[in-house]
């Protein structure tokens, strides 16, 4: 028999029209109602003050943004809690995700904010951690000199001065790069390697010593052929052994995936070691047990 999803449903990793999403708020928040959530956290791309097809745009966009996700929170309170959050990039010297800066993201008074390294800066450009493989490849080789090594090791350098740096809530999807390490392909890089493994320990101990949850996300899983969520289970060994906390997100763009392989996800987190997922209402952050 299937074990049940944790009971307190929540998921805070929430894409919609206001940024890549491909259905408006509302329809994420009506099929959030009918898939038993007790709270929905919306997190458009934000990479402010600057943005790109993706991303909400300055200034207008999230004022637009704010608007709307709050009267969706009272439109749904008697069904549903909803927190106005972002998914805020870092690229360093460019932009931070970080809560506590006037200018920036504290301006907007979000109620949490997930913080995602998506672009990795190299030698006269960059490489997003999870853009299509074969253009993944091809910037490797243009501002990395084909070092693969040096390009992954590139991705969590920058993870950990965002950590080091940034002040937000929850770490999205901390192995992104592993997108370029989907089922049936050719991977870009051993995840057995022992220079690989030295880079998911030290990443560890900055995300412990920052104190923010990482989320169990399922994204790649519904979208990107992988062959289970980030972080991988050997990264989510390490992050309990330092008694990082973990909540579980889908990372949804479309509503059908508001809970995918959540069960999944949750049976990922018992095998690690963990007996506790985190999770937030508007009120802070709570735990409830899974064991």
Request: hydrophobic share 35%; charged share 25%; with cysteine.
């Given at each position: 028999?299937?074990q049940?999803?944790h009971a307190?449903?929540?998921?805070?990793?929430?894409?919609?029209?206001?940024c890549?999403?491909k259905?408006?708020?509302?329809?994420?928040a009506?099929?959030?109602?009918?898939?038993?959530?007790?709270?929905?956290?919306?997190?458009?791309?934000?990479?402010y003050?600057?943005?790109?097809?993706?991303h909400i745009h300055?200034?207008d966009?999230?004022?637009?943004?704010?608007?709307?996700?709050?009267?969706?929170?009272?439109?749904?309170?008697?069904?549903?809690?909803i927190?106005?959050?972002?998914?805020?990039?870092?690229?360093?010297?460019?932009?931070?995700?970080?809560?506590?800066?006037?200018?920036?993201?504290?301006?907007?008074?979000p109620?949490?904010i997930?913080?995602?390294v998506?672009?990795?800066?190299?030698?006269?450009?960059?490489?997003?951690a999870?853009?299509?493989?074969?253009?993944?490849?091809?910037?490797?080789?243009?501002?990395?000199d084909?070092d693969?090594r040096k390009?992954v090791?590139?991705?969590?350098?920058?993870?950990?001065?965002?950590?080091?740096?940034?002040?937000?809530?929850?770490l999205?999807h901390?192995?992104?790069?592993?997108?370029?390490?989907?089922?049936?392909?050719?991977?870009?890089?051993?995840e057995?390697?022992?220079?690989?493994?030295?880079?998911l320990?030290?990443?560890?101990?900055?995300?412990?010593?920052a104190?923010v949850?990482?989320?169990?996300?399922t994204?790649?899983?519904a979208?990107c052929?992988l062959?289970?969520?980030?972080?991988?289970?050997?990264?989510?060994r390490?992050?309990?052994?330092?008694?990082?906390?973990?909540?579980?997100?889908?990372?949804?763009?479309?509503?059908?995936?508001?809970?995918?392989?959540?069960?999944?996800?949750?049976?990922t987190a018992?095998?690690a070691?963990?007996t506790?997922?985190?999770?937030?209402?508007?009120?802070?952050?709570?735990?409830?047990d899974?064991?």
């Amino acid at each position: 028999m299937t074990q049940p999803v944790h009971a307190i449903k929540t998921n805070y990793h929430t894409h919609s029209t206001f940024c890549d999403g491909k259905e408006t708020a509302e329809a994420m928040a009506q099929a959030a109602v009918r898939k038993g959530f007790q709270v929905l956290g919306f997190s458009s791309h934000a990479m402010y003050p600057f943005c790109n097809d993706w991303h909400i745009h300055a200034p207008d966009g999230y004022r637009a943004y704010l608007s709307e996700i709050g009267r969706l929170k009272e439109a749904y309170r008697e069904q549903l809690e909803i927190l106005c959050g972002f998914e805020a990039d870092f690229i360093p010297g460019l932009t931070r995700p970080d809560k506590d800066d006037a200018d920036g993201y504290g301006q907007f008074s979000p109620d949490f904010i997930i913080g995602s390294v998506h672009y990795v800066v190299g030698n006269g450009g960059y490489f997003e951690a999870d853009g299509p493989l074969q253009e993944t490849r091809e910037r490797i080789g243009r501002y990395f000199d084909g070092d693969v090594r040096k390009a992954v090791s590139a991705y969590f350098a920058s993870e950990r001065q965002m950590l080091a740096e940034s002040r937000f809530t929850i770490l999205g999807h901390a192995d992104l790069v592993r997108r370029q390490n989907p089922k049936d392909t050719e991977p870009l890089f051993d995840e057995e390697a022992d220079w690989y493994t030295e880079e998911l320990e030290k990443t560890a101990d900055a995300i412990a010593q920052a104190g923010v949850i990482v989320e169990i996300n399922t994204g790649g899983m519904a979208r990107c052929n992988l062959a289970g969520p980030y972080p991988s289970p050997a990264f989510l060994r390490l992050l309990h052994a330092r008694k990082v906390p973990v909540t579980i997100n889908s990372d949804a763009h479309r509503s059908e995936y508001l809970d995918f392989a959540f069960d999944e996800a949750l049976q990922t987190a018992r095998e690690a070691g963990y007996t506790q997922l985190a999770w937030l209402d508007g009120r802070g952050i709570k735990f409830q047990d899974i064991g």
